[in-house]
């Protein structure tokens, strides 16, 4: 099972815990186990087409994911997979 923590903002906003279990190989399969478990989360996260969205940043571990469009990157059960809001400024 993979580890995902969400930010404070996403639990604001939907009833889920700041850390989960769920299954898949790449984080798109994660992101929508989530979204089963959750029911809502994945519209957060991604768009309908499955692209990772633009205020979205995920890593596994230290590293960000590598493929925003598909979110094809590799994951093994002991992954820990990260959704942040990415935060902009001035």
């Given at each position: 099972m993979i580890t995902v923590?969400?930010?404070r903002h996403l639990i604001r906003q939907f009833p889920i815990p700041t850390e989960c279990?769920?299954?898949g190989r790449t984080v798109a399969e994660v992101i929508?186990?989530?979204d089963r478990q959750f029911p809502g989360v994945?519209?957060?996260i991604v768009h309908e087409?499955?692209?990772l969205r633009p205020h979205v940043n995920v890593f596994i571990g230290e590293r960000m994911?590598?493929?925003r469009q598909t979110l094809s990157d590799s994951?093994?059960?002991?992954d820990e997979v990260f959704v942040m809001q990415a935060l902009?400024?001035?």
């Open positions: 923590r969400f930010p279990t769920a299954e929508q186990d989530c994945a519209s957060y087409n499955g692209m994911v590598s493929d994951l093994n059960g002991s902009s400024g001035g």
